[in-house]
């Protein structure tokens, strides 16, 4: 019974040690939102600034957008779909004006806002009128504010 005393306690000390370094990595990672009702959204990015006062004068002719502060920078965005069709169309809207814009997807859980958005969407994929295109941005932008931001 001795002799397999000692290799059971340095098993056990082994496997304790290793445990303790694998959560501690575990840790210092950054922690996602796990939701049965989170969703991924498209959202169409303006721009990356470094101050939230350069962000806010080249801001200024979009009547709503909203903006994400990651690493340091402001992410301004113009535009949120469900869908990537929409994204696209949303996308050429701005370019047909004259701004050039990027697409992120990012994963949204607040259930009231994509239910709202799906709303949208539905708008947004029967029309192909630039003022329509517009309103429906600023409508979705404006309840992102209401019920998220």
Same mark, same amino acid.
């Given at each position: 019974m001795k002799k397999y005393m000692f290799p059971v306690v340095i098993s056990l000390i082994i496997g304790v040690s290793m445990? $303790?370094?694998i959560i501690r990595q %575990?840790? #210092?990672m950054p922690a996602l939102a796990v #939701? #049965?009702?989170a969703e991924s959204l498209y959202y169409v990015q303006r721009g990356v600034y470094t101050d939230i006062d350069s962000m806010k004068d080249n801001m200024k002719e979009f009547t709503h957008y909203i903006y994400n502060v990651e690493d340091n920078n402001y992410y301004a965005y113009i535009g949120i779909t469900t869908? *990537?069709?929409n994204a696209l169309k949303i996308q050429n %809207? $701005? *370019?047909s004006i004259g %701004?050039?814009?990027f697409l992120k997807d990012k994963i949204t859980d607040n259930k009231e806002f994509i239910n709202i958005l799906k709303q949208y969407d539905e708008l947004l994929s029967k029309t192909d009128d630039t003022e329509s295109i517009k309103v429906i941005?600023?409508?979705v932008l404006a *309840? %992102?504010?209401e019920l998220v931001g």
């Open positions: 445990a $303790y370094f %575990y840790e #210092s #939701s #049965s009702e869908n *990537k069709e %809207y $701005y *370019k %701004y050039d814009t941005c600023n409508q *309840k %992102y504010e």
